[in-house]
């Protein structure tokens, strides 16, 4: 009876042929980077590389020229508090020119020569917002966008204490070709604000703080 029953059990399950077996990607080997055009900013490159199936292929790819650490950019989450008042995440709106309009994001900015992530995160926060505060927890290293380039971030949130006297008059110390708004978010409606911003000031949030917002709305709940 109970091989009649594997052999029932057996002519039920779905044969699985080698195409659909689930693929286990091993890597794959990058042979050489040319130089196709550099600015002061950027470097234009093709790669040729071998997949793992020994195939060999060529991609394009964009890389930061004046970045001297492993580390490119940092983004900034900036928890401001204030006694008696609900928590806020500050956020900035400024023109893109690649997209063309305005763009919603946390305060971020590029790693200096010498400076590590936690450096980088409380300068740029100064010279974005005017606001000084404390680092409660830096994310690893993280990619942008892979498939176009080998950009690396972490994610520094930063608490901002409010009524400290150092942070009751804030003032913005911009670049020359800066010009950075700031908006102040309540932390419980920040879902519902990025979407009300998008549509009143015709901005594109960015995904990071999209994400960020979603993931906060989903586990909050």
């Given at each position: 009876?109970?091989?009649?029953?594997?052999?029932?059990?057996?002519?039920?399950?779905?044969?699985?042929?080698?195409?659909?077996?689930?693929?286990?990607?091993?890597?794959?080997?990058?042979?050489?980077k040319q130089v196709l055009h550099e600015t002061k900013w950027l470097r234009f490159c093709q790669l040729d590389y071998t997949d793992q199936y020994g195939t060999q292929?060529?991609?394009?790819?964009?890389?930061?020229?004046?970045?001297?650490?492993?580390?490119?950019?940092?983004?900034?989450?900036?928890?401001?508090?204030?006694?008696?008042?609900?928590?806020?995440?500050?956020?900035?709106?400024?023109?893109?020119?690649?997209?063309?309009?305005?763009?919603?994001?946390?305060?971020?900015?590029?790693?200096?020569?010498?400076?590590?992530?936690?450096?980088?995160?409380?300068?740029?926060?100064?010279?974005?917002?005017?606001?000084?505060?404390?680092?409660?927890?830096?994310?690893?290293?993280?990619?942008?966008?892979?498939?176009?380039?080998?950009?690396?971030?972490?994610?520094?949130?930063?608490?901002?204490?409010?009524?400290?006297?150092?942070?009751?008059?804030?003032?913005?110390?911009?670049?020359?070709?800066?010009?950075?708004?700031?908006?102040?978010?309540?932390?419980?409606?920040?879902?519902?604000?990025?979407?009300?911003?998008?549509?009143?000031?015709?901005?594109?949030?960015?995904?990071?703080?999209?994400?960020?917002?979603?993931?906060?709305?989903?586990?909050?709940?």
């Open positions: 009876r109970s091989r009649l029953r594997r052999l029932q059990i057996m002519e039920h399950e779905p044969t699985i042929t080698k195409q659909e077996r689930p693929i286990v990607v091993t890597g794959g080997t990058r042979n050489h292929r060529k991609r394009d790819m964009v890389e930061r020229a004046n970045v001297t650490t492993d580390l490119d950019c940092i983004d900034v989450i900036p928890i401001l508090k204030r006694k008696n008042q609900e928590d806020v995440v500050i956020l900035e709106l400024q023109y893109r020119p690649p997209m063309d309009c305005l763009s919603l994001e946390f305060p971020s900015g590029l790693v200096d020569p010498g400076e590590d992530a936690e450096k980088a995160a409380l300068r740029e926060l100064f010279e974005e917002t005017g606001y000084t505060g404390v680092v409660k927890s830096i994310t690893p290293a993280m990619s942008l966008e892979p498939g176009l380039s080998n950009e690396k971030t972490k994610v520094v949130i930063v608490e901002i204490d409010g009524n400290m006297e150092i942070n009751q008059n804030p003032k913005q110390h911009l670049e020359g070709s800066e010009c950075i708004e700031l908006v102040f978010v309540p932390v419980s409606a920040m879902l519902s604000r990025i979407h009300d911003l998008a549509a009143t000031r015709k901005c594109v949030p960015d995904a990071k703080l999209y994400t960020f917002a979603l993931a906060q709305q989903m586990f909050s709940k």
